[in-house]
């Protein structure tokens, strides 16, 4: 299995666009998750999901923060408007539930917001 | 207070010594506790996890749970160069990891 795949690896992007991150988890996971790292903050859950199904989105920032998961095989984050403060590794993980407790993350996005 | 606090570092331990990282947090409730290492630009890999008092060992790795301090190490022995990483140490209220609260990270130089 190739692993998380996310993309894109680096983006940039000006001050108010829309902005999609995405991920694909591993195969037969049944966990999402999607964190934030700062330098500031270290790393932060945003959101996870269980089977396709968001449980715990309490660490969304704020209403311009958003995440679907549409299938197990594809999830997004999306930033409407993005702010320069959105700054930050976002790293998508996933697990499962059976057997191990470990979480695997992707190679991460970099978002720089101008 | 930071739920999970770790002393940023950076730490400084020579080749084939024995490096020593701390972690503690606030949540007397928390169940499951794990060990993650980043290395520079890269994405967290889990090394270690524990959920009982006491000291789980695993190679050269050594994580000591101490709940009645809210307390949790990681001991390395024989440090390698590659090593070299920020370590970070992560909560979790249940004996899952579906919500893990992360601490900022102690950065580990191993000098050869």
């Known amino acids: 299995d190739a692993g998380v795949i996310q993309s894109p690896r680096h983006e940039v992007t000006e001050m108010g666009q829309e902005v999609t991150l995405r991920c694909k988890p591993i195969s037969g996971h049944d966990y999402l998750f999607w964190y934030r790292q700062t330098m500031m903050r270290g790393l932060e859950l945003l959101i996870y999901f269980n089977n396709n199904v968001p449980i715990d989105d309490s660490g969304m920032p704020e209403d311009r923060f958003s995440a679907k998961m549409p299938n197990a095989s594809f999830s997004t984050l999306k930033i409407q408007p993005s702010e320069p403060r959105d700054s930050a590794v976002y790293f998508c993980?996933?697990?499962?539930?059976?057997?191990?407790?470990?979480?695997?993350f992707g190679q991460g996005t970099r978002l720089t917001v101008v | 207070q930071k739920e999970v606090e770790q002393n940023s570092g950076p730490l400084s331990v020579p080749e084939g010594a024995i490096a020593s990282l701390n972690c503690t947090y606030s949540?007397?409730?928390?169940?499951?506790f794990f060990w993650y290492r980043q290395y520079s630009g890269k994405s967290p890999e889990l090394i270690m996890f524990i959920y009982s008092n006491g000291d789980k060992e695993d190679g050269r790795f050594t994580a000591q749970l101490n709940k009645a301090s809210q307390y949790v190490s990681l001991l390395i022995r024989d440090s390698q160069p590659s090593d070299s990483a920020t370590y970070l140490c992560?909560?979790?209220?249940?004996?899952?990891?579906?919500?893990?609260?992360f601490g900022t990270g102690t950065r580990l130089t191993i000098i050869p």
């Open positions: 993980a996933s697990s499962i539930s059976e057997g191990t407790v470990e979480a695997f």
């Open positions: 949540d007397r409730g928390s169940q499951s």
């Open positions: 992560a909560v979790a209220a249940n004996f899952g990891n579906e919500k893990l609260t």
